[in-house]
């Protein structure tokens, strides 16, 4: 099955710097790869996706990048706020057939005033 | 975008009784849910996946006894954890699929909801 690894484990940046997190992905067969903020004791809530068919994808301040040859896919934070702290997780997973998604362990982004 | 709303936020129940969550789309249909669980700085762990109208699908390791998922409708699927136990308490999030449409092809989560048991 797929195995997805996200690092780092944990990101301290500070407020206006950029932040960037990095996925691999061991089947090549996944296509969809969306990223998740998650704040304390709430669900998931998605911020951007891609998928195979694009390299690059850009929404304000954050973009997510994707070589599918490599197998990695990063997300980026540009002009980081404190209200961007938070776990993020990045997923995998085919679409079409609602493939269950398979999760990174998570990313604690601490911006710091 | 698409709304999934999940009930209670939080639960306290006796040890031995048994609690049922429920997860709701509630603009779009959900051909397709899925049910997580959370421990404190853990990633998602997958329970099992909910198609309307057909058994769930359970992972490996968690128990379909204990673990009971009905998916009657298209827009609401319910988790009911039986004799819940100390060692349940803990963040259950459900997820939906719509297979397009309002959904996009995208899952989106409901806010979770906290289990304790005592």
């Known amino acids: 099955g797929e195995n997805v690894e996200q690092h780092p484990s944990t990101l301290s940046v500070q407020e206006g710097d950029s932040a960037v997190i990095k996925c691999t992905y061991s089947?090549?067969?996944?296509?969809?790869f969306p990223w998740y903020k998650q704040e304390l004791g709430k669900g998931p809530q998605l911020i951007i996706d891609?998928?195979?068919?694009?390299g690059e994808k850009k929404d304000q301040r954050i973009a997510v990048t994707l070589n599918k040859t490599a197998k990695h896919f990063s997300l980026h934070i540009t002009e980081t706020q404190p209200e961007d702290s938070a776990v993020y997780f990045c997923?995998?997973?085919?679409?079409?057939?609602?493939?269950?998604?398979?999760f990174g362990t998570g990313t604690r982004l601490q911006v710091t005033l | 975008g698409a709304v999934v709303s999940q009930h209670p936020s939080w639960v306290i129940c006796k040890s031995g009784t048994s609690v049922k969550i429920e997860c709701r789309s509630l603009?779009?249909?959900?051909?397709?849910m899925f049910w997580y669980r959370q421990f404190p700085k853990q990633s998602l762990m997958l329970m099992a996946t909910?198609?309307?109208?057909?058994?769930?699908?359970?992972e490996q390791g968690v128990e379909k006894d204990k673990f009971l998922i009905n998916h009657a409708s298209l827009t609401l699927s319910t988790l009911t954890v039986t004799s819940a136990h100390p060692e349940d308490s803990s963040f259950y999030i459900c997820?939906?699929?719509?297979?397009?449409?309002?959904?996009?092809?995208?899952?989106?989560f409901g806010e979770g909801s906290w289990l304790t048991v005592v």
């Open positions: 603009d779009f249909q959900a051909t397709t």
């Open positions: 089947d090549s067969a996944s296509n969809y």
């Open positions: 997820s939906a699929y719509g297979g397009g449409g309002l959904s996009g092809n995208t899952i989106y």
């Open positions: 997923a995998a997973s085919t679409t079409g057939t609602a493939s269950k998604l398979t």
């Open positions: 891609i998928r195979s068919n694009v």
């Open positions: 909910s198609n309307e109208g057909s058994k769930a699908t359970y």
